[in-house]
């Protein structure tokens, strides 16, 4: 069980993250990487987002299951996420104002983040349990916060250093989203689960 779990948790991390590999939850990715500090202020906010919503909409859709309300499954988990996201706005702008005017409008943002309905929807469809699901989310969250991280870094050096006219601004972001995309594309030869002894 603690295995699966690992291997879960790694996968979602280094070889199915959600920014280079799925590609979901791009706008923020983009909008939010000029800063490190902005970078894992979004980071921490999609995290604690993409572990409730996990485990909440596990329970939503095991009462929409009983209920025979399949199909309002996309619906609710919107709603519930939304739901958390008004809940981290609300904390971040009592606990952190700066942080919460830095991210400005993405932090609303969140609620359309596809990468956070798209962990929801994955849970559902590879079947996981309770727990597999909440460690699904933490993990594609924390993928989430390390690309998004280190796309910041990258960025903030960039920025101090000369490059091309052509290249400035969001050229250069995206060959370095490319770069980056790359770089990570080698955790997919390993073989997770016989590194951990599945």
Same mark, same amino acid.
């Not at 590999?21 to 604690?48: D, H, N, W, Y």
């Not at 469809?125 to 796309?151: H, K, R």
């Given at each position: %069980? ?7 948790? $790694?996968s ?6 959600f920014?280079?590999s799925?590609?979901l939850g791009i706008?923020p990715?983009l909008?939010i ?7 894992f202020?979004?980071?921490m *906010?999609v995290?604690?987002v993409?572990? &409730?919503?996990?485990a ?5 859709? %095991?009462?929409l299951?009983? $209920?025979h309300l399949?199909?309002?499954?996309t619906?609710?988990?919107i709603?519930v ?7 981290v #706005?609300v904390?971040l702008?009592?606990v952190s ?10 932090l609303p943002?969140?609620?359309?983040n596809?990468?956070?309905?798209g962990?929801t929807?994955?849970? &559902?469809? #590879?079947n996981?349990?309770?727990i597999?699901?909440?460690?699904n989310g933490i993990g594609?969250?924390l993928?989430f ?6 796309f910041a *870094?990258?960025?903030e ?7 091309y006219?052509?290249?400035?601004g969001?050229?250069l972001?995206l060959v ?8 990570f ?5 390993f073989n997770?689960k016989?590194?951990?002894g599945?």
């Amino acid at each position: %069980m603690v295995g699966n779990l690992a291997f879960v948790l $790694l996968s979602a991390i280094l070889v199915n993250n959600f920014l280079l590999s799925r590609f979901l939850g791009i706008c923020p990715f983009l909008g939010i990487s000029k800063q490190v500090e902005t970078a894992f202020g979004m980071g921490m *906010a999609v995290t604690f987002v993409m572990a &409730m919503a996990s485990a909440i909409t596990y329970l939503v859709q %095991m009462l929409l299951v009983q $209920l025979h309300l399949e199909y309002l499954q996309t619906l609710t988990f919107i709603l519930v996420i939304a739901a958390l996201v008004q809940l981290v #706005e609300v904390v971040l702008k009592k606990v952190s104002p700066g942080l919460y005017k830095a991210l400005g409008v993405y932090l609303p943002l969140i609620t359309t983040n596809c990468a956070v309905l798209g962990v929801t929807l994955i849970n &559902m469809t #590879e079947n996981y349990d309770f727990i597999t699901s909440v460690v699904n989310g933490i993990g594609g969250a924390l993928g989430f916060t390390l690309i998004i991280v280190t796309f910041a *870094a990258i960025r903030e050096r960039q920025a101090t250093n000369k490059v091309y006219k052509s290249f400035e601004g969001f050229p250069l972001a995206l060959v370095t989203a490319g770069l980056l995309s790359l770089a990570f594309m080698g955790f997919n030869g390993f073989n997770l689960k016989a590194l951990l002894g599945l």
